[in-house]
Nanobody, 127 residues
Framework: QVQLVESGGGLVQAGGSLRLSCAAS????????MGWFRQAPGKEREFVAA????????SYADSVKGRFTISRDNAKNTVYLQMNSLKPEDTAVYYC????????????????????WGQGTQVTVSS
């Protein structure tokens, strides 16, 4: 079982930037795709971004496309989410996630595809 620890959340004004980090341990990080989801109060957990095991494939929710960038450093066992031009509607708890199988993730936009989750990090964007 992989362990995931997020960091980098905080309070930022609209238009500002934050970079989230997720450190993974417990298995071969470089063989697995990784993802970010978020959950706002009273709402369901939603897909934000995903990256393939090699880093060549990236996918984003329409709501963050052009503003957020997912990346990974396999030497550091870490995946990142760079968030620019933040909006109040980006306010949520952000979760790092990993699948149980290496390489191919499948339906990466569904939370049920992912089996390991971090504890989450709060991002609050003020207007």
């Amino acid at each position: 079982q992989v362990q995931l620890v997020e960091s980098g959340g905080g309070l930022v004004q609209a238009g500002g930037s934050l970079r989230l980090s997720c450190a993974a341990s417990g298995r071969t990080f470089s063989s697995y795709g990784m993802g970010w989801f978020r959950q706002a109060p009273g709402k369901e957990r939603e897909f934000v971004a995903a990256i393939s095991w090699s880093g060549d494939g990236k996918s984003y929710a329409d709501s963050v496309k052009g503003r957020f960038t997912i990346s990974r450093d396999n030497a550091k066992n870490t995946v990142y989410l760079q968030m620019n031009s933040l909006k109040p509607e980006d306010t949520a708890v952000y979760y790092c996630t990993a699948p149980s199988r290496p390489y191919y993730v499948g339906n990466y936009q569904s939370p049920t595809t992912w089996t390991s989750w971090g504890q989450g990090t709060q991002v609050t964007v003020s207007s």
